[in-house]
């Protein structure tokens, strides 16, 4: 079956850190470029992190930028958020996606895989994340 499954999220105190992690099964992850985006409570849907297969390009918001770190381990078929500093407006529902177009192994093109966070082929259920204190 093929599916995404995201964990690692949960209440953190502002200024504190959380790894995510999305693991894949029924696809190779690292033939595809990932993203992952968050939506807080009344609020769209936004693009964080997203890099091509072959990480050779990868693009971060602003807001986050400097703070979270993607990666990958390829050997586990899993993607990873590395989350630092975390503010309450990191709050929200976080979500890995996965998605096979070869358009994003184009130099500054998973940006806008970010940028419209729509139509990729693989979605997570998304891990709760909440900084408060």
């Known amino acids: 079956q093929v599916q995404l499954v995201e964990s690692g999220g949960g209440l953190v105190q502002p200024g504190g850190s959380l790894r995510l992690s999305c693991a894949a099964s029924?696809?190779?992850?690292?033939?595809?470029?990932i993203g992952w985006f968050r939506q807080a409570p009344g609020k769209e849907r936004e693009g964080v992190s997203c890099?091509?297969?072959?990480?050779?390009?990868?693009y971060y918001s602003d807001s986050v930028k400097g703070r979270f770190t993607i990666s990958r381990d390829n050997a586990k078929n899993t993607v990873y958020l590395d989350m630092n500093n975390l503010k309450p407006e990191d709050t929200g529902v976080y979500y890995c996606?996965?998605?096979?177009?070869?358009?994003?192994?184009?130099?500054?093109?998973?940006?806008?895989?970010?940028?419209?966070?729509?139509?990729?082929?693989?979605w997570g259920q998304g891990t709760q994340v909440t900084v408060s204190s």
């Open positions: 996606a996965a998605d096979s177009w070869d358009f994003w192994d184009k130099p500054d093109t998973v940006q806008v895989m970010c940028f419209r966070n729509q139509h990729l082929d693989y």
């Open positions: 029924g696809f190779t992850l690292d033939d595809y470029a």
């Open positions: 890099t091509n297969r072959y990480d050779g390009f990868t």
